[in-house]
């Protein structure tokens, strides 16, 4: 496996509530001062085996500008160590942690110090994972020798059904140039696919496939059974067909509900991704709830996508801002 190189730059919050132990003798009556800054973390919540990152320490200060310490507890060993400063830049030396290889959460602490100052700790949890489709994280898709994929122009590997006359998408694409990872961690584009707005999703499928549009999804549920399925209109009774029986980190992903009947007899392998929501920031929403689709129709300056929800046995239609909503895509094709 490639190893990617990641940075994460660690900044300590000031109103981190953590402080340090005080030693039995330590008097009283003398109050501390409290450290100011600001915390962000850019570490993934998903990583993979060998994955490297570079752990770089600031954002703490003393309100009388003196120099601000570090300790840095390793994920793996736990061992404590302090950080160095650099003898010219005058700053913290970063830190590389490489991921191991065995599986599991683990935690890196950081706790910035000083004379007469409370401790102020920041904790990155983050899980290692596999991202294999058939023997890791996701256990959706019930890969055999025998079924069907294709390998794109970029290396990527894509299987496919037959569903009536076309051919599907059995996976949410990856398109590495754009949209969003979930939970932002890179880690699971092969399983999990990414995130696109509307207008994204119109160029992301690979050569030789398409973004499906609403008479594709018409044809396809006429394929399934639903013979009085039409454009713009939910079809009824069809979700169980799409949804696969999934589970990500030995959890159930789709909610049950008695009303529903997952069967997946089409192989899509519909999992509950949720979808996005741009403003300041972006936000991840009804993660193991629903699952989108973008369509490549419009309606009344909206992108059309097809949904599914845990608790409704119909694959609904709706439509969504084309900048600021981003949801999964599946490319089809003819069949051939």
């Avoid at 713009?232 to 949804?243: E, N, R, S, T, V």
């Amino acid at each position: 496996m490639k190893n990617s190189f990641k940075y994460l730059t660690i900044f300590l919050l000031g109103l981190a509530v953590l402080a340090g132990c005080k030693k039995e003798d330590e008097d009283d009556t003398v109050t501390k001062l409290s450290l100011t800054g600001n915390l962000t973390t850019s570490i993934p919540t998903y990583v993979l085996p060998g994955d490297k990152y570079v752990v770089t320490f600031e954002g703490m200060s003393r309100n009388d500008g003196g120099e601000v310490g570090y300790i840095f507890r390793d994920p793996f060993t736990e061992k404590l160590d302090t950080v160095k400063y650099d003898t010219e830049s005058k700053v913290p030396e970063p830190v590389t942690v490489v991921m191991g290889s065995k599986l599991g959460s683990y935690t890196a602490v950081v706790t910035a110090f000083a004379s007469g100052y409370y401790d102020r700790s920041v904790y990155a949890e983050f899980t290692i994972i596999d991202n294999d489709l058939q023997t890791g994280c996701l256990q959706a898709h019930n890969i055999k020798p025998t079924d069907k994929s294709i390998i794109t122009a970029d290396g990527e590997e894509y299987y496919y059904t037959r569903i009536g006359d076309l051919d599907w998408f059995r996976q949410n694409v990856r398109d590495f140039s754009m949209g969003y990872s979930y939970s932002d961690s890179k880690a699971l584009d092969k399983v999990m696919g990414r995130y696109y707005n509307w207008k994204q999703a119109q160029v992301v499928c690979p050569d030789g496939w398409r973004l499906p549009s609403e008479e594709d999804f018409v044809s396809l549920a006429k394929a399934l059974g639903c013979s009085d399925a039409a454009p713009f209109q939910d079809f009824k009774g069809l979700a169980g067909d799409l949804m696969a029986n999934a589970t990500f980190l030995g959890k159930r992903m789709w909610t049950y509900w008695r009303n529903v009947d997952i069967t997946d007899k089409s192989s899509f392998c519909a999992i509950p991704t949720g979808y996005v929501v741009e403003g300041s920031s972006h936000k991840f929403k009804d993660f193991n709830v629903r699952s989108f689709f973008w369509t490549s129709d419009e309606k009344d300056g909206s992108g059309v996508y097809r949904s599914i929800y845990h608790d409704c046995g119909d694959v609904l239609v709706g439509t969504a801002d084309e900048e600021y909503f981003s949801i999964p895509v599946r490319c089809v094709r003819n069949a051939q």
